[in-house]
């Protein structure tokens, strides 16, 4: 982090309060403003500026002040360092560590053994467990502390500026990146439009200055090479020769120059045309009865020619030998001969190609007609051939593909975490698995539980997983502890907890709880579904996620219904809901109220999501269809698709002896990367990406991933990495992980 972007960012806070300020006096709040002022003086992020804060903590060490010290790094611990993951923890604790040793060292440096005594009566209930403090006790006994190998390095000036500067850096990046309100980035935003505006107009310039270019280069062409007219272009290919054939068609009237276009039109056309029954080659020339002059320039060339250029020479001699009528040629003849040529040019180009004959043109008048059409032709197949290249080429790299076997039985959820590096399974055994992938594939734990019905992932921190039964209970579970934080019972009268979703901001979480299913005959194993199975009452619940209380039930209109999908957007601030009663249900969570609804399926909804740029919703149900719905307006489909059974299930999985087993969907059906373009689903052998459009009735098939030997029947894509990594989860208990690589386009 450069000393200029920490300096922007604190200016930019600068710049902000005078601008409160302002506006505060404009309105007349000077209550306020004195408030503002007292509070900004006594503010002990110093306008989040880490040069600021360093020299504080100095100031409290070089004034012996412990209490001071303490206090300033605890606020800062629970304003700043408690709001970082886990993983940065060690680092802050090293930093509290190193200060405190700083401070014993400036104590004794300063012959102020008294302080150092102070420090360890005081901090001595805290530091005597810990074993980065075992050998520091006897620091203010030591005559010659700075000469003691054990503390040499701790008083020399190099570690001092070690520990200041690593502390300020720290400082630094965790003020660049922690989230700032959307008021402090209206400095950066106007900075970023003026640098957008400078660089529009710099480009509009080069654009100019390249079209000034052009303009002239064309104009010289232009003079130079005239465009001149379709039979003056072909004028070369009548030598000397042949116009000594012609010399009694030439006429002085006015009206010789039409005579003349019309007897080169005729002559390109015709001569193009090829008989069906073309006479064998012979020895002798097929032009010996010609005029002399035409003989002889046929006779310069030694070369055997092809079959075509035979049937081509004697269409020209034909022609050259009979007399040129007034009769103008119509345009339509004049096209229907062109494409009669073209269909006949490609056979015999594609003969010629077969027979890979290499035979030598010679320089005459029908050689050069076969190569200008060759020519013709192969202009005309190039932008197929480029076109199919386009189409064939895939979107992503497949990088790597991996399978997870741990399970055992047909996998109900299978969701990656937040960052990247956990996913968690359930089966229907009831056995859940958290694991990772990078840089090996390991499982991290194992939870057993024949009731667990849904799981979800935290949001903060990202190591929490929830955990839904069917008989009623909610459990925080801790990944890394491996240990429940937190049971609780949410409804007896609705015990399946078929989907949740945690906010993102990770205070709270979205419960959905249903009754008994209709066809539930044992609550020794979990429901794995049924056509019609969730025709039953439901409740749907917000939970706060620290205090583990229900806050308030939402209003299931036009009567409580199972839920079975849930998603938030990326703010939390909106939550989209897939119903039993074929119902979506958009509620806005800022005041807790259904926004919308309107009936989207016929039959139960499976899974539902928001697009990329949160203007619409994607939902799958049991009739089978995949659709696009506007959320601005209630109803509206944006785009319909028809799926088949192997993508929205219910997915049937055969075996020997008339076996099979039916699953309805219980996770997620689909899954979007990470522009929203393209969308990956379940087949019966494994994922399949689809590129997305805005409207249609099709959807674009662009990779398989395969892998499968059961039908998929839950994805996700995790895009938290530079590559993407999709799961595809099976019936037989498979899992397995692709690697891509998006290809820049």
């Known amino acids: 982090m450069t000393k200029e972007v920490v300096l922007s960012m604190a200016s930019t806070v600068e710049r902000l309060d005078e601008l409160v300020r302002e506006y505060l006096t404009y309105r007349g709040f000077t209550s306020t403003l004195k408030y503002l002022d007292t509070e900004i003086k006594a503010d002990k992020e110093k306008g989040f500026r880490a040069d600021k804060i360093v020299d504080q903590l100095q100031h409290f060490i070089h004034s012996y002040d412990l209490a001071g010290l303490r206090d300033y790094w605890g606020y800062l611990d629970r ?30 440096q300063t012959g102020r053994q008294d302080k150092s005594q102070d420090f360890f009566q005081k901090q001595a209930s805290e530091l005597q467990n810990q074993i980065e403090w075992k050998d520091w006790f006897v620091l203010p006994f030591l005559p010659a502390a700075d000469q003691n190998p054990a503390f040499a390095t701790y008083f020399s000036r190099q570690w001092a500026d070690t520990f200041l500067v690593s502390l300020h850096n720290f400082l630094s990046v965790l003020f660049q990146y922690m989230p700032v309100p959307v008021l402090l980035n209206f400095d950066y935003e106007c900075q970023k439009t003026a640098a957008l505006q400078e660089e529009n107009e710099i480009l509009r310039q080069r654009l100019f200055a390249l079209q000034v270019d052009h303009s002239q280069v064309k104009k010289d062409e232009e003079i130079i090479h005239h465009k001149l007219p379709h039979y003056v272009q072909n004028m070369d290919r009548l030598g000397d020769a042949e116009l000594d054939l012609i010399p009694t068609q030439r006429s002085t009237s006015s009206s010789s120059q039409p005579r003349v276009n019309s007897f080169l039109s005729t002559l390109l056309t015709q001569s193009k045309k090829a008989p069906q029954k073309p006479p064998p080659l012979s020895g002798t020339s097929p032009t010996q009865s010609s005029s002399q002059p035409f003989k002889k320039e046929l006779g310069s060339s030694q070369i055997p020619k092809g079959k075509e250029t035979a049937v081509v020479t004697k269409d020209v001699k034909n022609l050259l030998s009979s007399p040129v009528t007034n009769e103008p040629v119509s345009g339509q003849q004049r096209q229907k001969r062109l494409q009669e040529h073209g269909k006949e040019r490609k056979e015999l180009f594609a003969k010629n190609t ?248 016929e039959g139960e909804v499976y899974s539902v999501e928001f697009s990329c740029d949160e203007n619409t919703v994607y939902s799958i149900g049991e009739d089978g269809r995949f659709i696009q719905w506007n959320i601005h307006k209630s109803g509206e489909k944006v785009s319909e698709y028809v799926m088949t059974p192997d993508t929205t299930g219910p997915f049937v999985l055969s075996g020997f002896s008339g076996y099979k087993q039916v699953q309805v969907p219980r996770g997620r059906l689909f899954a979007f990367d990470s522009e929203g373009n393209y969308m990956l689903t379940c087949s019966s052998t494994g994922g399949v990406i689809h590129k997305v459009r805005s409207n249609g009735n099709t959807l674009e098939s662009c990779l398989s991933l395969g892998g499968h030997r059961a039908p998929v029947v839950t994805v996700d894509w995790c895009t938290a990495m530079d590559c993407g990594t999709c799961l595809t989860a099976s019936m037989d208990g498979k899992i397995r992980l692709t690697t891509l690589l998006a290809q820049k386009s």
């Open 354 to 601: 077969e027979k890979k004959t290499e035979a030598a043109v010679p320089e005459s008048e029908p050689s050069r007609e076969i190569s200008i059409d060759q020519t013709d032709f192969e202009k005309t197949s190039k932008p197929s051939v480029e076109k199919e290249g386009v189409k064939s080429e895939q979107p992503f790299i497949v990088l790597s593909q991996e399978e997870y076997g741990e399970h055992h039985s047909s996998i109900m959820h299978c969701r990656v975490d937040c960052s990247g590096r956990r996913i968690a399974s359930l089966d229907v055994d009831g056995v859940i698995k958290i694991w990772s992938f990078n840089p090996i594939m390991q499982t991290k734990a194992t939870v057993m539980s024949k009731s667990a019905l849904s799981l979800e992932w935290a949001a903060k921190p990202d190591r929490l997983l929830l955990l839904g039964s069917g008989v009623g209970t909610v459990r925080l579970y801790d990944t890394e502890a491996k240990k429940n934080i937190y049971e609780i019972s949410i409804d007896e009268s609705h015990p399946r907890i078929l989907s949740l979703a945690c906010s993102p901001s990770g205070t709270s979480f979205v419960c959905s709880s249903a009754a008994p299913s209709l066809n539930c005959k044992s609550t020794a194993m979990p429901d794995i579904g049924g056509k019609g199975m969730n025709q039953v009452p439901g409740k749907l619940l917000l939970w706060d996620t620290k205090a583990m209380k229900q806050q308030l039930q939402f209003s299931l209109e036009p009567s409580p219904i199972a839920v079975n999908c849930l998603a938030f957007n990326h703010n939390g601030n909106l939550l989209v809901t897939g119903a039993a009663d074929g119902v979506i249900r958009l509620f806005e969570m800022q005041h807790y109220e259904c926004a919308m609804s309107w009936q989207a399926h």
């Open 79 to 108: 304003r700043l360092f408690s709001r970082l993951e886990d993983v940065y923890r060690p680092t802050v604790n090293k930093l509290k560590i190193s200060l405190f040793r700083y401070y014993l060292v400036h104590a004794v």
